[in-house]
């Protein structure tokens, strides 16, 4: 029991040193392309792009309050992913479901479906009031009326393609 | 134990060299992709049929003077690419890139790690990977990159949840969470053919679901709204040159090269292939044949990225927005149940 | 080996929680929270809980901590243009934090350290042994925990009713 213990945690020591080498190549490069790079700032060159004018003000503001609701609608479902993985691995279980003659799946799958149903609720709230929609562009119908009726289009059309409407 | 360790450590390098190099050609790739289907030549100028171009790349990226914005926040402003570039590199450790191999009497894996909570692992790089480009889009203190730091992220996020949802419905097939279970799984036999089991025989929807999102978590076209280029100059890295312009280029090729490697894990047989197991052949030209076979699939997912970035025009966001939670959400709760109630149905 | 490990996560936690307090910039402060976070998955590990080791990850440091970004990041908390320099706050902080250490430490000192010693099980903390648990003796607290998330959504739609009028 202990080698699994131990076993599982080296393999993490791996997963540790194989973020270290990647953190390391990172800075090496970094550290590298600095070393190699010419350096001539001048304040022209150091100025915020804003398509060649002068930057107005400072871009560190409020922002739309969408974003927010999405990002805390979206922490509610990561909740609920992460509590169905646990759920996933043990729900198609042979020795299980073989030791309770086949209950233990109906059992399982009944729950879960109540879970995802309550959030699925609250899914269906959401989007009922209109916060998974996203500011869209109206379209305009025109308003000009022309003084000529559109049959007379369609009948110089038709007379000289020399085919109907609905062949074109 | 030191045997073991400097297995471990030649293998870490190998996948890096192999992750970076990958990366490195996809570029190349990408240009001569797009080319093709544009009927053009594409880069043809350093070295045949220029195949120098990416190294040509490289060195730009490292003699070319970098600019950091007067009002920009200096140490965040480093941080973001290099948390890109990071994360990028994390998730290539627990994939197995091929069967055991036997040399030198001992049996040596080629996977790194095999940890019991591997797709969970890569579910929580994915998680982490919007930090770097949060932390650039908004060390830049410029409203482009702002703007675009801000649809990465929720773009990232509203995808993130229907990919787990859809890996849900893989790990309800599978009853494990370690990679390298799942892949040797898929080495059943279907009709005869051996290691032809693959989970997208299982998981049709799920695979597509899984599709889309890993599109959009690599920020690709059709869901590049956070660089798009005719309205946000650059995105996210609109104030960024040299060597950290390259990090964030670079961070995008490999994502794309480490998805399409996870794409082939978990739904196409990895590095099973048909037949595998009635060639009579030794076990270890299998697990050579097998990896050659994986780097195939890898290869076709990227052309398919390629491909797909040539011929689709780019979302608007409220449609990108409609589409993560509206379509893609529902359809993977739908996709649970389905797998669930067939599940308890067949046993 | 364990040992050494332990040492330089607590360091790094407690340094990196130090650095969350003290950072002039509450972005900054954000980060440093992420970095503490890390360090306490790493506890985790050492503990043998995978499972929760990953879904601290998941869930403290890819998703909440991405709405703690957006908020600071776009509430513009710069030092420049701070508005509360009162006091009372800090205080009132103070004593909270304070009793909440007295509690802390009165439950540190009450623990048996022969029951903490007993080797626990190996899977333990493995993802099929929390299924089964959740699934036979926490079931009820589990469908309630469901209704503890439709209620914060529910609460977070309606938060978002009041502001979006405004824009």
């Not at chain 2, 280029?229 to 650059?234: A, H, I, K, S």
């Given at each position: 029991m202990d080698q699994v213990k131990n076993s599982q945690l080296s393999e993490f020591g791996i997963i540790f040193l194989f973020i270290i080498s990647g953190i390391l190549f990172a800075g090496l490069v970094m550290i590298t392309s600095k070393v190699l790079r010419p350096h001539r700032p001048n304040e022209e060159k150091l100025t915020s792009y804003e398509c060649g004018e002068d930057p107005v003000g400072n871009a560190w503001g409020q922002f739309n309050m969408r974003f927010y609701i999405i990002a805390l609608i979206f922490i509610l479902f990561e909740v609920e992913v992460v509590f169905l993985f646990p759920w996933a691995t043990v729900f198609g279980n042979k020795k299980l479901i073989a030791a309770t003659d086949g209950l233990w799946a109906w059992f399982s799958i009944g729950e879960m479906f109540i879970f995802i149903a309550i959030l699925a609720l609250g899914l269906a709230y959401a989007w009922a009031r209109g916060y998974l929609d996203w500011v869209k562009p109206d379209q305009e119908i025109a308003q000009f009326k022309s003084p000529v009726p559109k049959k007379l289009y369609e009948n110089i059309n038709t007379k000289y393609s020399g085919k109907t409407t609905i062949e074109r | 134990m030191e045997i073991f360790l400097i297995d471990k450590i030649v293998l870490i390098v190998a996948v890096f060299g192999i992750t970076l190099l990958f990366a490195l050609y996809s570029t190349y790739a990408e240009?001569?992709?797009?080319?093709?289907?544009?009927?053009?030549?594409?880069?043809?100028?350093?070295?045949?049929?220029?195949?120098?171009?990416?190294?040509?790349?490289?060195?730009?990226?490292?003699?070319?003077?970098?600019?950091?914005?007067?009002?920009?926040?200096?140490?965040?402003?480093?941080?973001?690419?290099?948390?890109?570039?990071?994360?990028?590199?994390?998730?290539?450790?627990?994939?197995?890139?091929?069967?055991?191999?036997?040399?030198?009497?001992?049996?040596?894996?080629?996977?790194?790690?095999?940890?019991?909570?591997?797709?969970?692992?890569?579910?929580?790089?994915?998680?982490?990977?919007?930090?770097?480009?949060?932390?650039?889009?908004?060390?830049?203190?410029?409203?482009?990159?702002?703007?675009?730091?801000?649809?990465?992220?929720?773009?990232?996020?509203?995808?993130?949840?229907?990919?787990?949802?859809?890996?849900?419905?893989?790990?309800?097939?599978?009853?494990?969470?370690?990679?390298?279970?799942?892949?040797?799984?898929?080495?059943?036999?279907?009709?005869?053919?051996?290691?032809?089991?693959?989970?997208?025989?299982?998981?049709?929807?799920?695979?597509?679901?899984?599709?889309?999102?890993?599109?959009?978590?690599?920020?690709?076209?059709?869901?590049?709204?956070?660089?798009?280029?005719?309205?946000?100059?650059?995105?996210?890295?609109?104030?960024?040159?040299?060597?950290?312009?390259?990090?964030?280029?670079?961070?995008?090729?490999?994502?794309?090269?480490?998805?399409?490697?996870?794409?082939?894990?978990?739904?196409?047989?990895?590095?099973?292939?048909?037949?595998?197991?009635?060639?009579?052949?030794?076990?270890?030209?299998?697990?050579?044949?097998?990896?050659?076979?994986?780097?195939?699939?890898?290869?076709?997912?990227?052309?398919?990225?390629?491909?797909?970035?040539?011929?689709?025009?780019?979302?608007?966001?409220?449609?990108?927005?409609?589409?993560?939670?509206?379509?893609?959400?529902?359809?993977?709760?739908?996709?649970?149940?389905?797998?669930?109630?067939?599940?308890?149905?067949?046993? | 080996m364990d040992q050494l490990v332990f040492l330089i996560l607590s360091i790094i936690s407690i340094g990196a929680a130090l650095a969350v307090i003290f950072s002039k910039n509450p972005v900054y402060s954000v980060l440093f929270l992420i970095l503490t976070f890390?360090?306490?998955?790493?506890?985790?590990?050492?503990?043998?809980?995978?499972?929760?080791?990953?879904?601290?990850?998941?869930?403290?440091?890819?998703?909440?901590?991405?709405?703690?970004?957006?908020?600071?990041?776009?509430?513009?908390?710069?030092?420049?243009?701070?508005?509360?320099?009162?006091?009372?706050?800090?205080?009132?902080?103070?004593?909270?934090?304070?009793?909440?250490?007295?509690?802390?430490?009165?439950?540190?000192?009450?623990?048996?350290?022969?029951?903490?010693?007993?080797?626990?099980?190996?899977?333990?903390g493995s993802v099929k042994n929390l299924g089964k648990i959740l699934f036979s003796e926490y079931l009820l607290p589990f469908e309630v925990s469901s209704a503890l998330f439709l209620s914060a959504m529910i609460g977070a739609v309606m938060l978002g009713k009041k502001n979006l009028k405004d824009h």
């Open positions: - | 240009r001569k992709v797009a080319a093709f289907i544009q009927d053009r030549l594409g880069p043809n100028r350093a070295g045949i049929f220029g195949i120098l171009q990416p190294l040509a790349d490289g060195v730009k990226f490292f003699l070319k003077e970098e600019f950091i914005p007067a009002h920009a926040d200096k140490a965040l402003f480093i941080l973001g690419p290099s948390v890109s570039m990071t994360t990028a590199l994390m998730t290539s450790a627990v994939i197995p890139w091929g069967n055991s191999l036997e040399l030198f009497d001992r049996v040596i894996s080629l996977q790194i790690t095999d940890l019991n909570i591997g797709i969970l692992y890569v579910f929580a790089v994915v998680s982490i990977g919007v930090y770097g480009i949060m932390i650039g889009g908004w060390a830049s203190n410029n409203k482009f990159s702002l703007l675009g730091a801000l649809r990465a992220s929720s773009q990232m996020i509203s995808y993130e949840i229907a990919m787990g949802l859809s890996i849900i419905a893989l790990v309800m097939t599978t009853g494990t969470l370690s990679l390298g279970e799942i892949v040797q799984q898929q080495n059943g036999s279907i009709f005869g053919i051996s290691g032809a089991s693959w989970n997208i025989i299982y998981q049709p929807l799920g695979f597509l679901i899984f599709m889309i999102c890993a599109f959009a978590e690599c920020n690709r076209t059709p869901f590049d709204l956070p660089e798009s280029e005719n309205e946000l100059v650059g995105g996210y890295h609109t104030e960024y040159s040299s060597m950290k312009l390259g990090f964030f280029l670079f961070a995008e090729y490999t994502n794309m090269f480490i998805s399409s490697a996870i794409m082939s894990s978990l739904y196409f047989g990895g590095y099973n292939f048909p037949f595998m197991d009635q060639l009579g052949l030794s076990h270890n030209l299998v697990t050579i044949l097998g990896t050659t076979f994986l780097f195939a699939k890898i290869v076709m997912f990227i052309f398919l990225f390629m491909w797909v970035r040539w011929t689709l025009p780019r979302f608007r966001y409220d449609q990108l927005m409609r589409m993560g939670w509206k379509m893609l959400i529902p359809l993977a709760l739908i996709n649970i149940i389905i797998t669930g109630l067939l599940i308890v149905v067949l046993k | 890390f360090s306490i998955a790493g506890h985790y590990v050492l503990l043998n809980a995978q499972f929760l080791f990953i879904v601290h990850i998941i869930v403290y440091a890819g998703a909440i901590m991405v709405l703690f970004l957006f908020v600071i990041m776009l509430l513009n908390l710069n030092k420049t243009n701070e508005t509360s320099k009162s006091m009372l706050p800090k205080i009132a902080g103070a004593i909270s934090g304070g009793l909440l250490l007295i509690v802390l430490l009165g439950a540190v000192k009450g623990l048996n350290q022969a029951e903490a010693s007993q080797a626990v099980n190996a899977d333990m």
